[in-house]
């Protein structure tokens, strides 16, 4: 059994989860997380990147269980091998996703695929994906302008967990990043699809440091718009409304048996 102890959200889970941090900036929707090695790390005692945009505030953050895996690894029970995107845009991200609900879950999957390391910022995530997987009609230049103050400052809280100076490339083998491992569907039709994503996020802060690993379960909500999956404020409050009052999936990772117990399907990468 994991073992479990109360905790508030690492500030590491917060900065990669640029995607729902954007989607945040529109609907208001808190990114609910937990990791294994929230002890003696920053906490967030603020709203993180771009969650001070929101538009329409309903929930706020909230103490999660922080996660340790098991030693033992039981099989996974449910696994999809999700479509890739058809091309790359402009800004390096994988676009062009089949019209079905396992491509508005690839979608989703590559929104919160980020990397923090080297000259790669927060900012540089969270623009990419702003541009890349919201709605058109949201990516406004108000939020755009929020995302990137919000964002800048995350990066120099990171910059200085990590002791280099706001601006610098992070120290040579330090990283932040994050992809997601699961995901379970709440709503699904032909132009919309809303879903639980379950995250592995590692925090490195230099080459000789120890590497952790935290773990973040996040909301999402998408439309097929103009030929693609986008992310929508519309569609994430519709999810958040399908689930309120509801218990949400258990935090576990690929391999613990709470895993399957929560209901999480596994992702294996198509080829």
């Not at 109360?6 to 590491?12: E, M, P, Q, V």
């Not at 005692?45 to 953050?61: E, F, L, N, Y």
Request: aromatic share 6%; no cysteine; charged share 20%.
């Amino acid at each position: 059994m994991a073992r479990t102890s109360r905790g508030w959200n690492t500030k590491g889970t917060w900065l990669a989860g640029a995607a729902l941090a954007v989607v945040v900036a529109l609907t208001g929707y808190a990114v609910l997380s937990g990791g294994d090695d929230d002890k003696g790390k920053p906490t967030a005692k603020d709203t993180p990147t771009a969650t001070s945009t929101a538009r329409q505030p309903s929930v706020s953050p909230s103490a999660t269980a922080t996660y340790s895996e098991p030693d033992d690894w039981t099989e996974p029970d449910r696994w999809t091998a999700l479509p890739r995107g058809q091309r790359t845009d402009s800004g390096g991200s994988s676009v062009g996703f089949p019209q079905t609900t396992e491509g508005a879950v690839s979608m989703m999957v590559a929104a919160n695929s980020t990397a923090i390391q080297g000259s790669t910022s927060n900012v540089d995530e969270q623009l990419r994906i702003f541009h890349s997987y919201i709605d058109k009609p949201e990516q406004t230049d108000q939020y755009a302008d929020q995302i990137k103050q919000n964002a800048t400052a995350s990066d120099a809280s990171l910059a200085q967990q990590m002791h280099v100076q706001p601006g610098q490339p992070l120290p040579s083998g330090a990283y932040l990043r994050s992809a997601v491992v699961g995901y379970q569907v709440i709503s699904r039709s032909g132009t919309e699809v809303s879903a639980w994503l379950l995250s592995r996020v590692v925090q490195k802060d230099g080459e000789m440091t120890k590497e952790a690993t935290s773990y973040s379960r996040t909301l999402a909500g998408a439309q097929w718009m103009d030929g693609d999956w986008r992310l929508t404020g519309a569609a994430t409050n519709r999810a958040q409304q399908a689930v309120q009052g509801k218990a949400q999936p258990t935090i576990a990772a690929p391999g613990d048996p709470g895993f399957n117990a929560a209901g999480w399907t596994a992702i294996r990468q198509a080829s």
